[in-house]
Structure formats: C-alpha cells, structure tokens
C-alpha cells in the first residue's frame, strides 16, 4: 500500500487567502485523523472522523477550520481566511479493522501563511 | 485536564550508553503509543502497548507500560547515532477509538 497520501506537501499563501488541505487513508482505514505540529503546542488533534462521520471536532481551532470526509477515501481540510498562526505541519493519519492499532501518518502538508 | 509529559524533554548521550525516556499521563487509558519523528518528516510507528504490564522490544528500544503508574518507559540500550531522532508517546483516550493525545517529545542525540 502507499500508505497515507496529503498533499499538497508545502504550501505558502498569503494571510486571507483559502487553503485546502487533501488526505488519502489507506485502504480499508475506516477512521482517519487530522492532527496539527507546531513548536509551541506540539502535535494537537484537530479532528477525526470514523466511517466518514466527523465523531470529535473539538480540537478544531475556530471556525475558520472545516474538515470534510465525502467517502472513504478522501478529506479535505479547510482554512478561510488564513492567518500567519495557521502557520504549521497539517498530518493526516489513518487506522482500522487489521492495521494491528497502529496509527500511521502521512508525510504531512507544511504550511506558511505570510 | 489531560497531560501527557515527558522527560528529559531533551537527550544528548554517548554511543554505547544507556538510557531511558519517561511518558506519564494523568488520565485512565490502557493503550499507549510510541513514534519516532526525524527532523522535517513524517511520524514512524515504534510500539502500540495495549495492556498493563506490556513490553516490546525492537533492536536497541524496549518499550514497557504500567497503566496503575500511569507510566510508560522506553530504554534505549547501547544507543547509536541512526537512534537521533525526537520520540513521542501517544495515550488512547477514548478507548479503542485511537483518538490520541501526544506528549511534548524527547529530543535525542546521540554523539560518538
């Protein structure tokens, strides 16, 4: 398998633009992760859907951020407008049924906002 | 509120030595990650440590958990320079969902 697939791998755009973040899961993941890297707040889960259903939002900053899962192999994560704090590495990471619970993460989507 | 700690927050130990990073957590979970992270890339799986009491060992990294502690140790035995790398662990919080809280890392280097 190829394992989890984001791209795009590095954006920069500037502050109030849109930025669109996309997720591959492995095949077969039935929940799929949206997870944040920054220096100041670590890894931070922004939100995580199972089946497709968006089952915890909580950690989803503001309501700039909008994350999508359409169907099983696809998700979009969403910032409008941006901000130069929105500045960071977006993962996205899946497991499931016969992953042996390992969590596995794509290689990440590096975001600068200017 | 939830913590994930982990300490030393930052490692720097000779080849050959031994050493051990320490991940405590404050809430009741009995799944416990640990990932390896290289500078500017993705996180690695290491071990998933599913019960108390658990241990698993791979090359140079052993990784034990204790749920009553609340505690997970990885000892890294005769550490090499391929072992520099940060190490986070990661606890399940909501039981069998891998909804994943992470510690704050420990950044390793090892030097010759």
């Known amino acids: 398998d190829a394992g989890v697939i984001q791209s795009p791998r590095h954006e920069v755009t500037e502050m109030g633009q849109e930025v669109t973040l996309r997720c591959k899961p492995i095949?077969?993941?039935?929940?799929l992760f949206w997870y944040r890297q920054t220096m100041m707040r670590g890894l931070e889960l922004l939100i995580y859907?199972?089946?497709?259903?968006?089952?915890?939002d909580s950690g989803m900053p503001e309501d700039r951020f909008s994350a999508k899962m359409p169907n099983a192999s696809f998700s979009t994560l969403k910032i409008q407008p941006s901000e130069p704090r929105d500045s960071a590495v977006y993962f996205c990471?899946?497991?499931?049924?016969?992953?042996?619970?390992?969590?596995?993460f794509g290689e990440g989507s590096w975001l600068t906002v200017v | 509120e939830l913590k994930v700690e982990q300490n030393p927050l930052f490692l720097s130990m000779q080849e050959g030595k031994n050493y051990t990073i320490y991940c405590n957590y404050s809430?009741?979970?009995?799944?416990l990650y640990w990932y390896r992270q290289d500078p500017g890339k993705s996180l690695e799986s290491l071990f998933v440590?599913?019960?108390?009491?658990a241990v698993k060992q791979e090359g140079r990294l052993m990784a034990s958990l204790d749920t009553k502690a609340r505690l997970s140790t990885l000892h890294i035995t005769a550490a090499v320079h391929d072992l520099s790398a940060t190490y986070f662990c990661?606890?399940?919080?909501?039981?069998?969902?891998?909804?994943?809280?992470f510690g704050t890392g420990t950044r390793l280097q090892v030097f010759p």
């Open positions: 990471a899946s497991s499931g049924t016969g992953s042996g619970n390992t969590i596995y």
């Open positions: 095949s077969g993941h039935d929940y």
């Open positions: 859907f199972n089946n497709n259903v968006p089952i915890d």
């Open positions: 809430t009741t979970s009995d799944r």
């Open positions: 440590l599913l019960s108390n009491g």
């Open positions: 990661a606890v399940d919080i909501s039981f069998n969902t891998d909804k994943l809280i």
